[in-house]
Every structure is written in C-alpha cells, then in structure tokens.
C-alpha cells in the first residue's frame, strides 16, 4: 500500500475523529443513563462481597464526571484533526507535526489506561475468566485504539515528511 498524501489519511480520520468519539460519547450517555452499572463492572467483584445496590453521590460525580473527560477528549479529536485536514492539507510538514503533538499524548494514554487497569486488578489481572464484559470491552477497545496510534507513529499507511517528501524540481535552463 502507497504512503498517502495526509498525516492523517482516510483511515486514521475515519478512527480517530468519528470511531473514537462514538465511543467516548456512547460510554458518556451510558454513565449517565446508569452510573450505578458503569461502576459495578468495571472489574469483577469477589462472591462473598457484592457490588453494592445503591452508590454514594461522590461515586456517581466522580463516574460521570470521568465519562464526561473522556466523552470530551474524543470531542476534541474531531475537531483538531477536521481543522488539521480542512486547513493544513497543503502544508504536510506541518501538518505531521500537529497530528505527532495530538498523538503522543493519546499513546500514553492509551498505554497508562491498559498499565493502570490491569495493576488495579491487582492479583485478580491475568484471571480472565473472571473479567466482567465491561473490563473485555475496556481492553478490547483500548487496543483497538492504541494498536492504530501504533502504526500511525511508525509511519503505516500515512505521509512521513522525512521518507516522503518530494524534492523542489526546479529548471535553471539559460538561454
């Protein structure tokens, strides 16, 4: 497959500024329509300790207010990189550069999300069998984001300046 003409091609903006957002928004409204459920299943309770029936107002904030971060993150994605697409899509040197700033950070945090929460797992992290389906998509979609961030920074399937780039042809013909 050719390198494009973008540093963020079809395939990265079809990810990042619509797949991405759709899911932090639809993980926002679900926190909202039932905070109590987002919470229980984030990671599997023990037998003998239920999940508790009712959650104290700072757990419903603090769920709510996490989903709105997120929801607002992949917010923010859609419109750096439309504006990256609409306004820079001459300028591919820079563009790169500012796709590279709004990537790296999203890395880490891919990489920070799955590091954190397979840790707060603590001994229970490699007992899959015991995942909720709300820890399953947790992970799944995570590296279904950061798997693409990945490749976008090994230069797979986009413009890299330093490999791509055409030189100036100039004629100094006298005549």
């Known amino acids: 497959m050719q390198p494009s003409a973008s540093a963020i091609p079809d395939f990265y903006y079809a990810l990042f500024a619509f797949y991405e957002p759709a899911l932090t928004i639809f993980g926002f409204i679900g926190a909202v329509h039932d905070p109590a459920t987002t919470h229980n299943t984030q990671a599997p309770w023990p037998a003998d300790n239920p999940p508790p029936t009712s959650l104290p107002k700072a757990s419903i904030v603090t769920v709510i207010q996490l989903a709105h971060v997120c929801a607002l993150m992949g917010v923010v994605n859609f419109f750096v990189l439309t504006a990256i697409r609409k306004h820079l899509s001459t300028q591919l040197p820079i563009q790169e550069k500012i796709v590279f700033a709004l990537m790296t950070p999203l890395l880490i945090g891919d990489c920070m999300h799955l590091f954190v929460t397979l840790w707060a797992l603590g001994d229970q992290r490699w007992d899959v069998s015991q995942w909720s389906p709300m820890l ?18 090994l230069g797979i399937w986009r413009y890299v300046d330093t490999r791509d780039r055409q030189p100036d042809v100039t004629t100094n013909e006298k005549e």
């Open 136 to 153: 399953w998509t947790t992970i799944v979609l995570g590296f279904s984001l950061m798997i693409p961030r990945i490749m976008w920074h």
